[in-house]
Protein backbone atom coordinates (compact mmCIF):
# COMPACT_ATOMS: atom_id res chain seq x y z
CA UNK A 1 0.00 0.00 0.00
CA UNK A 2 1.48 3.77 -0.80
CA UNK A 3 1.82 6.33 1.67
CA UNK A 4 -0.61 9.56 1.62
CA UNK A 5 1.86 12.42 1.91
CA UNK A 6 1.40 15.49 3.93
CA UNK A 7 0.42 17.50 0.98
CA UNK A 8 -2.60 14.43 0.42
CA UNK A 9 -0.75 13.26 -2.83
CA UNK A 10 0.29 9.47 -3.33
CA UNK A 11 3.80 8.66 -3.23
CA UNK A 12 6.09 6.55 -1.15
CA UNK A 13 6.62 8.73 1.74
CA UNK A 14 9.09 10.17 1.19
CA UNK A 15 7.98 13.77 0.48
CA UNK A 16 5.63 13.61 3.46
CA UNK A 17 7.67 16.68 5.05
CA UNK A 18 8.44 18.64 1.75
CA UNK A 19 5.65 21.44 2.66
CA UNK A 20 7.93 21.86 5.79
CA UNK A 21 11.35 23.37 3.43
CA UNK A 22 11.76 26.96 3.75
CA UNK A 23 11.66 29.65 6.53
CA UNK A 24 9.19 29.96 8.88
CA UNK A 25 7.77 31.73 12.43
CA UNK A 26 6.84 29.84 14.86
CA UNK A 27 4.34 30.48 17.65
CA UNK A 28 5.12 28.09 20.85
CA UNK A 29 2.34 26.94 23.62
CA UNK A 30 3.67 24.48 25.93
CA UNK A 31 2.65 23.18 29.16
CA UNK A 32 5.03 25.00 32.43
CA UNK A 33 5.43 21.17 33.97
CA UNK A 34 4.41 18.08 32.27
CA UNK A 35 2.86 14.97 33.82
CA UNK A 36 2.39 16.78 36.78
CA UNK A 37 -1.47 17.71 36.46
CA UNK A 38 -0.29 21.16 35.23
CA UNK A 39 -2.77 23.48 33.28
CA UNK A 40 -0.39 26.83 32.86
CA UNK A 41 0.80 26.97 29.46
CA UNK A 42 3.33 29.25 28.15
CA UNK A 43 3.51 31.14 24.77
CA UNK A 44 6.52 32.50 23.14
CA UNK A 45 8.12 32.49 19.76
CA UNK A 46 9.95 30.99 17.63
CA UNK A 47 11.70 30.57 14.24
CA UNK A 48 12.45 27.58 12.38
CA UNK A 49 14.27 27.59 8.84
CA UNK A 50 14.34 23.61 7.16
CA UNK A 51 16.05 22.53 4.41
CA UNK A 52 15.89 19.00 2.67
CA UNK A 53 19.12 16.40 3.09
CA UNK A 54 20.61 13.13 1.81
CA UNK A 55 19.16 13.94 -1.85
CA UNK A 56 15.00 14.27 -0.29
CA UNK A 57 14.96 11.82 2.02
CA UNK A 58 15.19 13.67 5.00
CA UNK A 59 15.30 17.00 6.42
CA UNK A 60 16.97 19.45 8.99
CA UNK A 61 15.44 22.27 10.78
CA UNK A 62 17.27 24.28 13.02
CA UNK A 63 15.23 26.27 15.24
CA UNK A 64 15.54 29.51 17.50
CA UNK A 65 12.97 29.10 20.59
CA UNK A 66 12.44 32.57 22.43
CA UNK A 67 11.02 31.27 26.16
CA UNK A 68 10.71 34.00 28.50
CA UNK A 69 13.38 32.34 30.65
CA UNK A 70 15.52 32.90 27.77
CA UNK A 71 16.57 32.08 24.08
CA UNK A 72 17.90 28.05 22.83
CA UNK A 73 18.82 26.74 19.98
CA UNK A 74 17.67 23.84 19.19
CA UNK A 75 17.47 20.94 16.00
CA UNK A 76 15.18 18.38 14.15
CA UNK A 77 16.69 15.91 12.38
CA UNK A 78 13.74 13.94 10.09
CA UNK A 79 14.62 11.08 7.72
CA UNK A 80 12.42 8.64 5.59
CA UNK A 81 12.77 5.02 5.72
CA UNK A 82 11.85 3.69 2.17
CA UNK A 83 12.30 -0.49 3.15
CA UNK A 84 9.85 0.69 6.25
CA UNK A 85 7.89 3.00 4.65
CA UNK A 86 8.20 5.67 7.54
CA UNK A 87 9.83 8.20 8.96
CA UNK A 88 11.89 8.32 12.53
CA UNK A 89 12.29 11.83 13.74
CA UNK A 90 14.89 13.28 16.34
CA UNK A 91 15.22 16.23 18.35
CA UNK A 92 18.48 18.05 19.16
CA UNK A 93 19.06 21.03 21.89
CA UNK A 94 21.62 23.31 23.37
CA UNK A 95 20.36 22.63 27.08
CA UNK A 96 21.34 18.10 26.93
CA UNK A 97 23.63 18.20 23.70
CA UNK A 98 22.86 14.59 22.84
CA UNK A 99 20.00 13.20 20.55
CA UNK A 100 16.71 12.41 21.89
CA UNK A 101 15.24 9.04 21.35
CA UNK A 102 12.72 8.78 18.11
CA UNK A 103 9.80 8.62 17.17
CA UNK A 104 8.48 7.18 13.95
CA UNK A 105 5.49 6.90 11.76
CA UNK A 106 3.97 8.33 9.31
CA UNK A 107 0.95 10.31 6.94
CA UNK A 108 -2.36 9.29 6.53
CA UNK A 109 -5.36 11.67 5.18
CA UNK A 110 -3.24 14.46 5.16
CA UNK A 111 -1.95 14.36 9.12
CA UNK A 112 0.95 12.60 10.21
CA UNK A 113 1.05 10.76 13.62
CA UNK A 114 4.71 9.42 15.15
CA UNK A 115 5.44 7.35 18.22
CA UNK A 116 8.19 6.80 20.83
CA UNK A 117 9.43 5.81 23.94
CA UNK A 118 11.40 8.34 26.17
CA UNK A 119 11.75 9.37 30.14
CA UNK A 120 10.43 11.91 32.43
CA UNK A 121 12.00 12.21 35.58
CA UNK A 122 13.11 8.67 35.93
CA UNK A 123 9.71 6.82 34.58
CA UNK A 124 8.75 5.74 31.20
CA UNK A 125 6.69 7.08 28.78
CA UNK A 126 5.40 7.25 25.23
CA UNK A 127 5.74 10.29 23.33
CA UNK A 128 2.95 11.56 20.33
CA UNK A 129 3.78 13.88 17.60
CA UNK A 130 0.91 14.93 15.30
CA UNK A 131 1.43 17.12 12.06
CA UNK A 132 -1.87 18.80 11.03
CA UNK A 133 -3.55 21.65 9.69
CA UNK A 134 -0.81 21.71 6.60
CA UNK A 135 -0.89 24.21 3.63
CA UNK A 136 1.69 25.85 1.59
CA UNK A 137 1.34 28.69 4.42
CA UNK A 138 0.37 26.59 7.69
CA UNK A 139 1.11 23.68 9.41
CA UNK A 140 0.27 22.67 13.33
CA UNK A 141 2.79 20.67 15.54
CA UNK A 142 1.28 19.02 18.47
CA UNK A 143 3.45 17.17 21.52
CA UNK A 144 1.52 14.28 24.32
CA UNK A 145 3.10 12.14 26.50
CA UNK A 146 1.57 9.09 28.06
CA UNK A 147 2.45 7.89 31.69
CA UNK A 148 0.17 4.37 31.09
CA UNK A 149 1.64 3.39 27.39
CA UNK A 150 -0.67 5.42 25.66
CA UNK A 151 -4.05 4.59 27.29
CA UNK A 152 -4.42 8.63 28.23
CA UNK A 153 -2.48 11.46 26.50
CA UNK A 154 -1.32 14.85 27.76
CA UNK A 155 -0.75 17.11 25.37
CA UNK A 156 1.91 19.45 26.47
CA UNK A 157 3.62 21.24 23.66
CA UNK A 158 2.01 22.87 20.72
CA UNK A 159 3.82 24.38 17.67
CA UNK A 160 1.60 26.56 15.06
CA UNK A 161 4.31 27.55 11.72
CA UNK A 162 3.55 30.47 9.48
CA UNK A 163 5.63 30.81 6.60
CA UNK A 164 7.99 33.77 6.48
CA UNK A 165 7.42 35.94 3.18
Known amino acids: MRAMTGDGSVGDGRGD ?5 GDWTVSHRRLRERLAGCTEWQAFAGTCDVRPIVGGLGNVDDNLLELPGGTYPAATIRLY ?3 AANWSIWWIDDRRG ?7 GGFAGGAGTFFGDDELAGRPIRVRFVWSGIDAARA ?26
Do not use: C, K
Not at 17 to 21: K, Q
Not at 98 to 104: C, D, G, K, N
Not at 153 to 165: G, K, L, Q, S
Open 17 to 21: FDFLH
Open 98 to 104: RLEPPVA
Open 140 to 165: RWEQAFSPDGGATWEPNWTMDFARRA
Open 81 to 83: DPA
